[in-house]
């Protein structure tokens, strides 16, 4: 099961790869979450639109509706479009990005809350789509309702069966409409709460993809909705019952289903599916990595951790040892992914430390910075040892949920594995270079692709000097290098890019490094 | 220039998505029923007669009573199923005994069935009972022409004369 999955998330991002030429950063198939939101604001304002000039009456539902696609210079034709297209399209990104999420293994560990939350999301979102379709009053309609009233009606929960409802035209009052509006604009706000529980547990939750993205996809989205527009089968008639219809398939594949089967059949696919999501977190093995750890004595309160942390397992308390500071971090097992991300915000993990034990003010056991410095001296010496006495190896961090940087190894380049690049304190490039390394290549996740959300983004603004703990000036920048290949080919592509600019450099200079 | 090519790429990854959201939002057609059938739909919701008859209560029970409790009569809550049967062109089609709702068993007992038949005349029997025991006491028996596509209902109302065809 696990190897079947992992292969088929690296499937996945080998897809995504290929975006990456087009989109870049901004590449759809990592915005997936964010642009959920994006679609449901989407779907949100034209709903309040079409609201405005929606009859909510049996006999006025379906001629409003008509006479909402035919407002002038297709205007009308563009909000009903982006409005069905839109929930047509959320549905669909919704369920990639449970998809990606569980490929990626992250439905278990310290993220068990962020799935558990969206769960109950896919209940409210199909409950909020599939009541927009009753409000057309069209045959679609008629057959929807029905369908899920006699589905809601095998648990014989209510008084009455549902159904009945829409059995005559004398039982079928305006009134059941005005219900049909408030479920349909009390549950889409529902979902709206469950999805910011849903992101509450991180630090800045991606709820707005790339702004290029979220341009195209609206435009995307117009030129579909006014080409190919959306249209009403004839009004719902009681008397009858249509014999085909153009159902939308993405809401309504449960329909065909209950009655190809039968209701019950629906329920126990239904209840199952749900049940096996939310054990999900129970029954998958996560990786488990320990928790950061706080030495009092070296914290001095700066709270870059606190800032940095993805997930908040970082809090502020007042200092143990008085005479230190007034306050120093705590960390929340709970909630710490053990990415080390704080470790490399924290202005004590560097590595010109001169005692040859010492421990940083926050770091993760077994990945300590000082071991990290050992692990860097020794793989530079090593590298010394088989080019030559002089210096010039070129330093690969890569990360480890990113591109294998191992097989890059050999021909005077040492490889380092972080488990995030956002654990690299800034100070260990100027080390790395200071002892010789002729440049140093960061290799992290592609963008919106990073492991632990944040840790490419916090050490690509360090490298720049935009975030604490920054790089040093006096390291010179064309001898530090990020990348975000998605590829071994194309890292190694990058790899072999630097280095060629490295020996240009420098045979300009007059100094040629052993690269 | 570089960014020209990239949005050029961009719109072209849209346009399968694009299709995909075009085609399966109508695409393809559903047959609810298949052409020349009807749909027809028992659906009821009726209070049956009380499974056992109310007693007058004797004198010695009234007195025991609280004085605003003392009604002259003891009535059971509890209602008989509703047993039902549904005949087409003389075939048994439906048959079921439904109890009433509630914990007392004193609601309403529901059903609801649906069923595809071909269009034309057909010879439509529904016969009900809505007390504990006896034959049944509700019979509509009508001969009724189903053009394609019609939605017939029967239903119960007793304040229109019981079983009814609806369309």
Not at chain 1, 22 to 48: D, E, Q
Not at chain 1, 185 to 199: E, K
Not at chain 2, 95 to 107: C, T
Request: charged share 20%.
């Amino acid at each position: 099961m696990t190897g079947g999955r992992q292969r088929a998330y690296a499937a996945w991002c080998a897809l995504e790869a290929r975006l990456d030429g087009a989109f870049g950063a901004a590449n759809p198939l990592r915005h997936l979450g964010a642009l959920a939101f994006w679609l449901f604001w989407i779907v949100a304002v034209t709903g309040i639109w079409l609201y405005v000039f929606l009859d909510t009456s049996v006999a006025g539902a379906w001629r409003s509706v008509e006479a909402i696609s035919a407002q002038p210079l297709w205007f009308g034709r563009l909000v009903r479009g982006l409005h069905r297209y839109g929930s047509d399209a959320m549905l669909a990104a919704t369920l990639a990005h449970l998809a990606r999420e569980w490929l990626a293994g992250h439905a278990a560990g310290f993220r068990w809350f962020s799935w558990a939350s969206g769960v109950p999301l896919l209940v409210l979102l199909y409950a909020s789509g599939i009541g927009g379709f009753w409000l057309v009053w069209d045959e679609q309609a008629l057959y929807s309702v029905v369908a899920t009233a006699e589905w809601l009606d095998w648990t014989n929960l209510m008084p009455e069966p549902f159904a009945r409802n829409f059995t005559s035209r004398a039982q079928l009052v305006d009134r059941l409409f005005t219900l049909f509006i408030f479920r349909h604009i009390g549950i889409p706000l529902a979902l709206l709460a469950g999805m910011c529980v849903h992101v509450q547990r991180v630090v800045r939750p991606a709820t707005h993809p790339p702004r290029v993205l979220a341009i195209g996809s609206l435009a995307a989205l117009s030129v579909l909705s006014v080409v190919v527009p959306v249209q009403s089968a004839p009004p719902a008639d009681l008397g009858r019952v249509a014999q085909s219809l153009a159902l939308d398939w993405f809401w309504m594949s449960p329909h065909p289903l209950m009655y190809a089967t039968s209701p019950a059949a629906l329920w126990a696919l239904a209840l199952a599916a749900l049940a096996i999501l939310l054990a999900m977190p129970l029954v998958m093995r996560a990786r488990k990595l320990p928790p950061a750890v706080v030495s009092p004595a070296d914290c001095n309160g700066c709270g870059r951790c606190f800032v940095d942390c993805p997930y908040s397992a970082v809090e502020l308390v007042p200092h143990a040892m008085k005479a230190a500071a007034p306050r120093m971090a705590r960390v929340d097992p709970a909630l710490c992914a053990g990415c080390g991300i704080c470790a490399g915000a924290c202005p004590s993990s560097t590595p010109f430390r001169s005692l040859v034990q010492f421990a940083s003010g926050i770091d993760v056991p077994g990945r300590a910075v000082v071991a990290m410095r050992a692990e860097l001296e020794a793989a530079l010496e090593r590298t010394a040892g088989a080019v030559g006495s002089a210096p010039g190896a070129l330093v690969v961090y890569g990360c480890e949920s990113g591109v294998d940087v191992a097989p890059l190894a050999g021909d005077g380049v040492v490889t380092l594995k972080l488990l995030c690049v956002g654990m690299l304190p800034p100070s260990f490039v100027e080390f790395a270079v200071r002892r010789g390394a002729a440049g140093v290549l960061v290799a992290g996740c592609p963008g919106g692709a990073c492991d632990f959300r944040l840790g490419m983004q916090w050490t690509e603004e360090r490298l720049a000097g935009a975030r604490e703990p920054h790089l040093r000036a006096n390291v010179p920048r064309d001898r530090v290098r990020v990348s975000h290949a998605a590829t071994p080919g194309a890292l190694k592509a990058e790899l072999e890019g630097f280095r060629a600019e490295l020996v240009d450099t420098y045979q300009r200079g007059g100094v040629v490094p052993r690269v | 220039m570089k960014d020209l090519g990239r949005y050029v790429l961009q719109a072209v990854f849209y346009v399968p998505l694009m299709a995909i959201l075009a085609v399966f939002s109508r695409w393809p057609a559903f047959d609810v029923i298949q052409p020349g059938e009807a749909l027809v739909r028992l659906s009821i919701a009726h209070a049956a007669e009380r499974r056992h008859p109310c007693r007058e209560r004797t004198a010695e029970e009234l007195a025991k009573l609280p004085p605003n409790m003392r009604a002259a009569q003891d009535c059971p809550r509890e209602r008989a199923p509703v047993k039902i049967e549904f005949e087409v062109d003389g075939k048994l089609v439906y048959a079921a005994e439904v109890p009433p709702a509630g914990v007392q068993k004193d609601g309403l007992a529901t059903l609801y069935h649906r069923l595809v038949v071909p269009a034309g005349e057909h010879r439509v029997v529904v016969r009900m009972r809505d007390r504990a025991d006896g034959p049944f006491n509700h019979v509509k028996d009508e001969k009724l022409a189903l053009a394609p596509g019609d939605a017939l209902v029967v239903d119960f109302n007793a304040s229109r004369g019981g079983l009814e065809f609806r369309r």
